[in-house]
């Protein structure tokens, strides 16, 4: 079937937009007052008795992953190693016959996420895909599969499956604490309430669409950029700046906020602009401290900020807000200005947005 870019430009835009779409229709049927439900799944002797959980994934599937990683460990308990699926097969796994590998891909045929699924069931371990694509040889092949329905996802660069895969991260957490009886019910029956408004949110986030535009019209021509994050900022900062890379082609580090100070701060000068994520209350004291480092050497901070805490933020040159959105929950909302941020520094760039240069799909052949 023909899929249309309709009113948009680009599938890119287009697939930023579809957003809240994405949202509601990995969520649809899986909340029911309050408590998250994976009925047709049939894995809870496994998720029970799971002792621990590896993930593994490539680009942005693995920075959904990272998100995953927190937020299990938070709320489910169980110990959770994250690793980049094309490194995952070149080390030494120590195996627990109590272990899960929850595999994500868009695709679902990402060889080195296809290698890792198979490298965990010769070795008897049972496997759990999240993919977009019903019939992928990922799907196939593993013990189990989650659905992000995001749509055919067109543009190269990664987004509303993104999205997706976040939202199916936070329904796993939810759905193995209450499983495992391992985090306060009430708490539990809070967070899933607010998944459920979580799309609005990023509708609200898409309006900003114009101010971010103007942001890249300003600094397109830049050379660099550093992104910042501490917490569940920082896969949203490592998702920012592979966005950024792939689309526009301007170099882009993404560092734990913590990090800088321990090399990369040699090259903060006069100029240098740094974006930071600043949706963590807990952790703004110490993340606006290290800011106030590197402005004190010159370099130009773009904030994305929750709007309760853009006070902190005042010393940073530009703005982005966020709503208020509970700090555990933020990197859904968080990343979206992101992506808007990269998909028009690509367009003042010139750049073909949807398919950037050097770039496929997905990577498969070894
Ligand atoms: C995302 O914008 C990239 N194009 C890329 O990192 C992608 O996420 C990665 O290749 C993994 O693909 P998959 O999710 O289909 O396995």
């Known amino acids: 079937s023909e899929i249309e870019k309709g009113e948009f430009e680009h599938f890119m835009l287009k697939e930023i937009h579809e957003q809240p779409e994405a949202i509601r229709k990995t969520l ?12 047709d799944l049939e894995f809870d002797n496994v998720f029970k008795n799971t002792g621990k959980i590896i993930i593994a994934a490539c680009g942005t599937s693995y ?24 490194e995952f097969r070149y080390r030494e796994v120590l195996w627990n ?17 296809l290698a890792a699924l198979r490298e965990a069931r010769h070795n008897g371990i049972k496997v759990l ?26 543009a190269i660069a990664s987004t509303k499956a993104y999205s997706a895969q976040l939202l199916i991260m936070y329904l796993l957490a939810l759905y193995l604490a209450s499983l495992r009886d391992s985090y306060n019910p009430v708490e539990l029956e809070g967070l899933a309430n607010e998944l459920l408004g979580v799309d609005a949110m990023v509708e609200s986030v898409l309006q900003e669409q114009q101010h971010i535009k103007e942001l890249a019209e300003k600094y397109h021509k830049v050379q660099s950029i550093f992104f910042l994050g501490r917490g569940l900022d920082y896969p949203v900062a490592m998702e920012g700046a592979l966005k950024l890379k792939e689309t526009s082609y301007v170099h882009a580090e993404a560092y734990a906020t913590g990090e800088l100070l321990h090399g990369p701060l040699a090259l903060i000068e006069q100029g240098v602009p740094v974006l930071t994520l600043i949706s963590q209350d807990k952790l703004v004291d110490k993340s606006m401290s290290n800011i106030k480092e590197i402005k004190a050497r010159g370099a130009v901070v773009l904030a994305i900020c929750k709007e309760n805490l853009q006070e902190h933020c005042q010393e940073c040159d530009e703005k982005i807000l966020l709503p208020r959105i509970n700090p555990m929950l933020a990197p859904i909302v968080a990343v979206v200005p992101l992506q808007i941020f990269a998909y028009y520094m690509a367009l003042f760039r010139g750049n073909d947005v949807d398919k950037p240069r050097n770039l496929v799909k997905s990577v498969m052949g070894d």
Do not use: W
């Open 28 to 39: 649809a049927g899986r909340i029911k007052d309050g408590r998250v439900d994976f009925p």
């Open 63 to 86: 920075h959904a992953g990272m998100v995953g990683r927190l937020v299990i460990e938070k709320l489910a308990r169980i110990p959770v190693e994250i690793d980049l699926a094309s």
């Open 97 to 113: 016959p109590n272990d899960l590998v929850i595999v994500i891909s868009q695709s679902g045929e990402t060889s080195d996420t």
């Open 129 to 154: 895909a999240i993919t977009n694509v019903p019939g992928s040889t990922i799907a196939q092949e593993a013990e189990r599969v989650i659905y992000t329905h995001a749509g055919p996802e067109i």
